[in-house]
């Protein structure tokens, strides 16, 4: 059904019946249509709106989709909807709804989106034209191992222990616990800028639905201890032939000289090292994310 320009809501089957989904077309380009997939899980499209400044010049269509479960979407409360074969599903059923192919189809995944988007090339990667993984490693095991060996240690270890009082107890629904991790993890590594900077649109896009965060990622930023934990592609990686971007932070969550290896190790992979930006470099190193996604696109789109 379409809501106003742009804008649609798909129908989606689902083993809990039938949903539907938000998504927004902005721009036509034939050739060059890129699917955003957000974070999370659980989160919102709207911390992509940058791309509104920077791939809309850049003539580059682009569509702002919010998973099952998010804040523009239906939001049942099935917890068995809430399993990345389901979220895979969902995405190809979006594709064919909206009508992309190996000819223009773009996919980006940014953290718990770039689980889904590696996790969708390995089953359909014959739809594909480029995929983009954006500031997600393609273990979680390995994600916790530098959680626990590298960011834990650089912490303030006071702050540290009381952060790991609260989730032993249970109680990370107190506020003391996302103050904490705001001020210790979250400015440093999540976002680079103080709280009370933070656009709007990032905002917006932390309205977390907590029943899919918690039971696929678990409540903390500082690992994964969800549905998520075991899910470990690394040595699938050979197997997605499709153009592919990896693009990686100085400061991220992630560690990015495993980003840099994960390119190494795609057959047509390519890595991006954002130096200045955290887990939301396409806001903290702003320039440097948007500009080498578009030469990304554009040299997959138009080779020489």
């Not at 083993?15 to 899980?41: I, M, S």
């Not at 934990?229 to 499709?242: F, G, K, Q, T, Y």
């Not at 390519?270 to 130096?275: E, S």
């Amino acid at each position: 059904m379409t809501i106003e320009t742009g804008e649609q809501r798909i129908p989606i089957d689902t083993p809990a019946g039938r949903f539907e989904v938000w998504t927004r077309r902005v721009g036509d380009n034939p050739t060059a249509k890129l699917l955003l997939l957000h974070g999370g899980p659980g989160a919102t499209h709207e911390y992509f709106e940058g791309a509104d400044e920077h791939l809309k010049p850049a003539g580059i269509e682009y569509i702002y989709y919010d998973q099952l479960g998010s804040v523009h979407s239906d939001q049942p409360t099935d917890p068995d909807l809430w399993e990345l074969e389901r979220f895979v599903d969902e995405l190809e059923q979006v594709r064919t709804a909206l009508g992309l192919d190996r000819s223009n189809f773009f996919l980006l995944g940014h953290s718990w989106g770039g689980i889904l988007a590696t996790e969708y090339a390995l089953r359909h990667g014959e739809n594909l034209k480029g995929l983009v993984i954006s500031n997600m490693m393609a273990s979680c095991p390995a994600y916790n191992a530098y959680a626990q060996d590298v960011l834990k240690p650089s912490m303030d270890q006071t702050a540290l222990r009381e952060i790991e009082a609260l989730e032993a107890s249970g109680d990370t629904e107190n506020p003391r616990y996302m103050e904490l991790l705001m001020e210790h993890h979250y400015q440093h590594h999540v976002f680079r800028r103080p709280a009370a900077e933070w656009p709007d649109a990032v905002n917006r896009a932390f309205r977390i639905n907590q029943q899919i965060y918690v039971s696929m990622q678990g409540p903390s930023e500082l690992g994964l201890s969800g549905k998520l934990s075991d899910w470990d592609r690394s040595a699938e990686l050979r197997d997605i032939e499709v153009p592919t971007l990896v693009i990686g932070a100085a400061h991220d969550t992630m560690d990015p000289a495993y980003m840099a290896w994960m390119a190494s190790h795609l057959p047509n992979g390519r890595y991006l090292h954002c130096a200045e930006g955290s887990h939301m470099a396409m806001w903290d190193d702003e320039d440097t994310y948007w500009d080498g996604l578009i030469d990304f696109i554009q040299t997959v789109d138009r080779p020489t």
